[in-house]
């Protein structure tokens, strides 16, 4: 489980690279900037909601030990 969640986040990480270099800093709120910001910010939910994922199972296995 955990290649998998670290396969998981490195692929929202390279999604938030591709999605930055399709900002255009002039107009951030307009066309393909504004879908690019969103796919920026549903990459960060993303690796945060696979962090808390993986926080969750370590605890789980040190417990119930």
């Known amino acids: 489980m955990k290649i998998f969640t670290s396969i ?3 692929l929202a990480l ?3 690279v591709f999605n930055i270099t399709l900002l255009d800093f002039s ?3 307009q066309g393909d900037s504004l879908v690019a910001l969103i796919g920026i910010a549903a990459s960060f939910c993303a690796i945060l909601i696979l962090l808390i994922f ?3 199972k ?3 296995e040190k417990t119930s030990r």
């Open 54 to 56: 993986r926080m969750s």
């Open 58 to 60: 370590i605890i789980a």
């Open 14 to 16: 390279s999604l938030i």
């Open 27 to 29: 107009n951030l709120m």
């Open 8 to 10: 998981l986040v490195f």
